[in-house]
């Protein structure tokens, strides 16, 4: 079992509607998470951090993190064509220096 | 402010010949990291940077991977022989290591290191 799951997708949305990308993690200990967006071509761009468990808001972005259930995801209100990239969840194990990431899951806003 | 800085960008290298690659982090932050990224795939953890000590090599795929950070700023990923699995791109990433962001980590441009 990888220690990050991600599905690939594609995911489709149309231009304003809200994009749902889920994570699971296989660590019970992990402590930090985050979320990048990587557009084809580019290094990966950090977007969200989240280290408790509920939601934490940025902007369009809403981070949510469910640790009895190992789960994150990340929700991003009035999509945007600009939206359209692959987004990276990635995990940190406490106290440890090595950082897991997902294979990315492709989003597509539909204008 | 300078984010991380990468060179070379783009590197071809035939089978067998060693590289160096290089990673400027983004002043004052004290951790840095570098992962491989293959086509389609999430960044693969190779090793780990505080300050000048190198924390974690479990990541280095073997021992023909070497890296160092002698001053605990810029970073050389060094690999020797290079094998055609070794093509993929190279990315740097720095974060505070210290406070609020110790993790964050803040990813260069990348180099894509292919080898023919």
């Known amino acids: 079992q990888k220690e990050v799951e991600q599905n690939s997708g594609p995911l489709s949305v149309p231009e304003g509607a809200i994009a749902s990308l889920n994570c699971t993690y296989s660590d019970r200990v992990s402590q930090s998470f985050f979320w990048y967006r990587q557009y084809s071509g580019k290094s990966p761009e950090l977007i969200m951090s989240?280290?408790?468990?509920g939601d934490k808001e940025d902007g369009r972005f809403t981070a949510q993190l469910n640790k009895a259930s190992q789960y994150v995801s990340l929700l991003i209100r009035d999509s945007q064509p600009s939206d359209s990239a692959t987004y990276l969840c990635?995990?940190?194990?406490?106290?440890?220096?090595?950082?897991?990431f997902g294979t990315g899951t492709s989003l597509t806003v539909i204008p | 402010g300078a984010g991380v800085s990468q060179s070379p960008r783009y590197k071809v290298a035939k089978r067998g010949q060693d590289v160096a690659l290089r990673c400027d982090p983004i002043s004052g932050h004290v951790s840095l990291f570098w992962y491989q990224q293959a086509l389609g795939q999430g960044p693969e953890f190779l090793t780990y940077f505080q300050n000048e000590a190198q924390l974690d090599k479990s990541g280095l795929p073997s021992d023909r991977f070497f890296a160092e950070r002698p001053e605990g700023s810029v970073s050389t990923l060094k690999i020797q022989r290079t094998q055609q699995e070794d093509s993929a791109v190279y990315l740097c990433a720095s974060s505070l290591g210290q406070g609020k962001g110790w993790y964050e980590q803040y990813f260069g441009p990348g180099t894509r290191l292919t080898v023919t």
């Open positions: 989240i280290y408790s468990n």
């Open positions: 990635a995990v940190n194990i406490y106290a440890g220096n090595q950082f897991y």
